[in-house]
């Protein structure tokens, strides 16, 4: 890793403050929040804390900017300046990235990979902005004329997580701005940083002012978000706890549209005709990449009893090489983001010990490593399907591998979840594939792979994993509303 830029080095200096109608302005209470380097614990950064005035001041000045200029922008108008974004991202890739591993702990090299990632999905949204259709609608009767507007919805609020920072905020920004809302983003309190850094570059890019504010914050300011009367839509990205919270606040507010997209146990299914060597390759990311906290993670392991010893001994092997090191290193896996993580993990590795068999791992991170938040890869082995760490999400690098035998059976164990996010089967029998994938409750089922995605491909989740789906066509219904317009000739 080459050495911290100075432009890295000069934001990291900057004093808090949020972003509102494209100016810097302070907060009103000036309370602050310490934003942590999870490597080393130590502080990097402070965040503004957005009290009441500050939500509604942000309200304000989005709804004042959709009246008087957004909702009637040229959409090929707003497809330049969302491509405008997406170059300014990829020019500025150095300092978000750094910005990035250090306020996450991420690893660098993915780091980057998030950054360029977060580009093309602006440039993949920038292209729906002017196809944005409604339809007309025969009624049979010469006399009556209907069609369709797919409207914007105003002004959006999007709350995001601290474990794909920059990413979770495009992938909401992205289809809000297509659509042409005003929206307010909340960044997660521990991994503020880059969504305040991409603040100058909407700026830069050209959007109007009101169009996009960044406000700071932690869980007080995303209720005050969901429970303001004034906000038409919440887009939601964090655990299934919060994301109740959200839809019972819209319930008590003002009825704004909310999409969720929560927490998961997803089911990773290995079949003893599986390419094995592809397997072996997948399974580690599968089980551990971003240190465990992705919403996808296959964290419940499901492998034939044929091939459990084999399968089970590769991942310990290759989970045992995994190296650990602050994110600058760029080593396979960084910190945890937080303290709070950290002992959350460590207690559900602690009840894990208890319900199941230790197989790898278990411990933090001792001696150079210990001022930083690292817990070792750890698998266990229950069959017990409702144990506590086959049933709740952990968000680390904790994993569960069980066998089974046939079909029917690990059908049932894969939906025995209250979750619903995301799926894997590997097989070469191609029709026990499709029909695993047709019967299964997940909103993603990958076959011989895991983690694939892009930003034309609906994502989000069944039963407790959420409501909506983001990415694709599927998101702009999301961020639109759609009117139905009667004419009698
Ligand atoms: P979280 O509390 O759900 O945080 C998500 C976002 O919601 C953050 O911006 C958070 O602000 C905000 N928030 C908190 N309370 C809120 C409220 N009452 N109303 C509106 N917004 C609110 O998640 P977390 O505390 O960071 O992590 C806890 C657990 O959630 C993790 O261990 C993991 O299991 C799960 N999680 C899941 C995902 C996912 O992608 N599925 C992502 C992150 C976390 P603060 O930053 O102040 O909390
Ligand atoms: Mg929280």
Redesign the pocket.
């Known amino acids: 890793m080459k050495k911290l830029s100075k432009i890295t080095l000069d934001f990291l200096n900057r004093s808090p403050k949020l972003f509102i109608g494209n100016e810097w302005v302070d907060s009103f209470s000036s309370e602050t929040i310490p934003s942590v380097n999870p490597a080393n614990g130590e502080e990097i950064f402070r965040i503004a804390e957005a009290n009441d005035q500050d939500v509604d001041h942000a309200v304000d000045a989005a709804r004042k900017a959709f009246h008087k200029t957004v909702r009637d922008m040229n959409p090929s108008k707003r497809a330049l300046k969302i491509q405008r974004l997406a170059d300014l991202i990829e020019d500025h890739l150095e300092p978000l990235s750094q910005l990035e591993c250090l306020d996450n702990g991420k690893p660098i090299s993915r780091a980057v990979a998030d950054v360029k990632a977060a580009a093309a999905h602006l440039r993949y949204f920038a292209g729906w902005s002017d196809k944005i259709e409604g339809s007309s609608i025969p009624v049979h009767s010469p006399n009556i004329m209907v069609y369709t507007r797919r409207e914007p919805v105003g002004v959006a609020a999007l ?5 794909f920072p920059l990413v979770m905020a495009i992938w909401k920004m992205a289809p809000a701005l297509a659509c042409g809302n005003c929206c307010i983003l ?5 991994t503020s940083v880059t969504a305040l850094y991409l603040a100058n570059l909407i700026k830069e890019a050209g959007f109007p002012s009101g169009m996009v504010q960044v406000l700071t ?3 007080k ?3 005050l ?2 429970h303001h009367m004034d906000i038409d839509k919440i887009g ?4 299934t ?3 109740k ?2 839809l019972e ?1 819209s319930s008590k507010s003002n009825l704004k549209k909310v999409s969720l ?4 146990k997803s089911p990773n299914i290995i079949f003893d005709d599986a390419d094995m060597d592809r397997v072996h390759q997948s399974l580690v990311w599968a089980s551990f990449y971003n240190s465990g ?1 992705e ?1 996808t993670l296959g964290s419940r392991v499901y492998v034939h009893k044929k091939n459990f010893a084999e399968v089970v001994d590769k991942l310990v092997q290759k989970a045992s090489e995994l190296s650990m090191d602050s994110g600058l290193l760029n080593p396979d896996l960084g910190p945890l983001v937080s303290k709070e ?1 950290v002992d ?1 993990v460590m207690g559900y590795i602690d009840s894990g010990k208890n319900e199941a068999e230790l197989i790898l791992g278990g411990q933090r991170k001792e001696g150079d490593l210990s001022g930083g938040y690292f817990v070792e890869p750890t698998i266990f082995s229950t069959s017990n399907h409702n144990a506590k760490i086959v049933r709740e ?3 680390g690098p904790v994993v569960n591998v069980t066998s089974f035998e046939d079909e029917e059976e690990i059908i049932a164990y894969a939906n025995n979840s209250r979750y619903g996010l995301a799926s894997a089967i590997w097989t070469k029998d191609i029709s026990r594939a499709h029909r695993f994938a047709h019967r299964i409750e997940a909103g993603v089922v990958w076959i011989n792979s895991y983690d694939l995605f892009h930003p034309a491909v609906p994502f989000g989740g069944f039963k407790e994993s959420g409501i909506g789906r983001e990415m694709g066509k599927s998101a702009l219904e999301l961020y639109t509303r759609e009117k139905a317009i009667w004419t009698q000739l």
């Not at 997209?261 to 998961?264: A, I, M, Q, R």
């Open positions: 709350i995001v997580p601290w474990n909340k960044p997660a309190e521990q914050g932690g869980g300011t995303g209720a978000l969901s939601f990205t964090g655990s706890e919060v994301g919270k959200v606040a997209e929560l927490g998961g906290q919403c993580q959350r999400e952990i968000f």
